[in-house]
């Protein structure tokens, strides 16, 4: 086991100016299970691949553990990868599969065969182990993939979205397995996805890429409930959080024809910064349907069963259509066309800088 330093670590790929992994500066802890997530071409990849040496590292260093593995070639860095596509070789069977990489390192075959027994133990694949991945659904066969990590007891786990091709239901299942076995082994784990939901329910910290820069790293719920920016607001929670552009109005900001109250911090930052406008963030299950506060046309409406999400227009500070959402309890949704009236549930908004994006306020 061992911890993952990335130190100014940036790729930029031939013919480009622009880095697609701009300074990265991350330490991941020895047996901390850290997911890397954001937008498509954020650079996230591009990390995880550089970690495992797939990819020049151009300027800057990493480390794992106290060793310095910038120019150290992918097979002598202990480290074992988990791809999107399995990679599994159709020819073997699941144990040949799982037991190849130490074959060819020069393990005993007694050791091999000890090691993927214990492996398919783990990962309930011992009826298949004389199969081969052809006779296998999608998740078994993403499970030799990890068995085939297992084996060679590695310093650190890399996995590149090994869900993306699995059904819904399958993900679901299969991302708690993933959760569960890194917790039971204890292997320092770097895990990329697009899918926030993802990156929120499986991480002990999350961090958060765009264009290539760390936008920040945190605890799932700091990431929910703090934002260190605007991106991170808007791109972690499912529906994503309300963004609107909002007039400071007193003691708060004014949203349509209502007024919603900012804290004290907030205020006095915006003030300071000489800010007439913020962008005012508040999330869809943090918004609740009222006789008070700011009114919106509703102009669709899903139905989920236990919850209900609305969408209708709030006038933004230019005065401009901006279109939200709402949860709201799925027995008592409100009906397309109607005129309803909402409150931001005390203490759960937030402010950032509309030109830095930044947050406002502790």
Same mark, same amino acid.
């Given at each position: 086991?061992?911890s993952?330093? @990335?130190?100014?670590?940036?790729? #930029?790929?031939?013919?480009?100016?622009?880095?697609a992994?701009?300074?990265?500066?991350?330490?991941?802890?020895?047996g901390?299970?850290l997911?890397?997530?954001?937008?498509?071409?954020?650079?996230?990849?591009?990390?995880?691949?550089?970690?495992a040496?797939?990819?020049?590292?151009?300027?800057?260093a990493?480390?794992i553990?106290?060793?310095?593995?910038t120019?150290?070639a992918?097979?002598?860095?202990?480290?074992?990868?988990?791809?999107?596509?399995?990679?599994?070789?159709?020819?073997?069977?699941?144990?040949e599969n799982?037991?190849? *990489?130490l074959?060819?390192?020069?393990?005993?075959k007694?050791?091999?065969?000890?090691r993927v027994?214990?492996?398919a133990?783990?990962?309930?694949?011992?009826?298949y182990?004389?199969?081969k991945?052809k006779a296998l659904s999608?998740?078994q066969?993403?499970?030799v993939?990890?068995?085939?990590?297992?084996?060679?007891?590695?310093q650190?786990?890399l996995?590149?979205?090994?869900?993306s091709?699995?059904?819904?239901?399958?993900?679901?299942?299969t991302r708690?397995?993933?959760? *569960?076995l890194?917790?039971?082994?204890?292997?320092?784990?770097v895990?990329?996805?697009?899918?926030?939901?993802?990156?929120?329910?499986?991480?002990?910290?999350? *961090?958060?890429l765009?264009?290539?820069?760390?936008?920040q790293?945190?605890?799932?719920?700091?990431?929910?409930?703090?934002?260190?920016?605007?991106?991170?607001?808007? @791109? #972690?929670?499912?529906?994503a959080m309300?963004?609107?552009?909002?007039?400071i109005?007193?003691?708060?900001?004014? #949203?349509?024809?209502?007024?919603?109250?900012?804290?004290?911090?907030?205020l006095?930052?915006?003030?300071?910064?000489g800010?007439?406008?913020?962008?005012?963030?508040?999330?869809?299950?943090?918004?609740?349907?009222?006789?008070?506060?700011?009114?919106m046309?509703v102009?669709?409406?899903?139905?989920?069963?236990?919850?209900g999400?609305?969408?209708?227009?709030?006038?933004?500070?230019?005065g401009n *259509?901006h279109?939200i959402?709402?949860?709201?309890?799925?027995?008592?949704?409100?009906r397309?066309?109607?005129?309803?009236?909402?409150?931001?549930?005390?203490?759960?908004?937030?402010? @950032?800088n509309?030109?830095?994006?930044?947050?406002?306020?502790?």
């Open positions: 086991m061992a993952v330093s @990335f130190k100014a670590a940036t790729r #930029i790929y031939p013919g480009s100016t622009t880095p992994v701009n300074s990265l500066d991350l330490e991941i802890a020895d901390e299970f997911v890397l997530v954001g937008p498509s071409g954020c650079g996230k990849s591009t990390s995880l691949r550089m970690l040496g797939l990819e020049e590292v151009n300027e800057g990493i480390f553990g106290d060793r310095d593995v120019d150290v992918p097979k002598d860095r202990d480290i074992a990868m988990v791809f999107q596509n399995y990679a599994l070789y159709p020819h073997m069977s699941v144990a799982m037991g190849f *990489a074959k060819i390192a020069g393990v005993d007694a050791e091999i065969a000890q027994q214990e492996a133990k783990i990962l309930d694949l011992e009826p182990l004389s199969r991945p999608g998740g066969r993403q499970r993939a990890m068995g085939r990590a297992i084996v060679r007891n590695p650190v786990f996995m590149d979205e090994p869900l091709n699995l059904d819904a239901k399958l993900r679901v299942q708690t397995q993933i959760a *569960a890194q917790q039971r082994l204890g292997v320092t784990t895990y990329v996805t697009h899918d926030q939901t993802e990156a929120m329910t499986m991480g002990d910290r999350v *961090a958060v765009k264009d290539g820069f760390l936008q790293c945190a605890t799932p719920q700091e990431l929910y409930d703090r934002p260190i920016n605007a991106f991170v607001a808007g @791109f #972690i929670g499912s529906p309300n963004l609107v552009e909002a007039r109005d007193g003691d708060g900001v004014k #949203i349509g024809d209502g007024h919603v109250k900012l804290s004290d911090d907030v006095s930052d915006a003030r300071s910064q800010l007439e406008t913020i962008t005012f963030g508040f999330r869809p299950e943090d918004t609740e349907v009222s006789g008070e506060g700011f009114s046309h102009n669709i409406v899903e139905s989920l069963g236990a919850d999400y609305v969408y209708g227009d709030v006038p933004d500070a230019s *259509a279109q959402t709402v949860r709201t309890d799925g027995r008592n949704i409100p397309r066309g109607e005129n309803i009236r909402l409150q931001v549930t005390g203490g759960h908004t937030h402010a @950032f509309p030109a830095t994006g930044l947050r406002l306020g502790n």
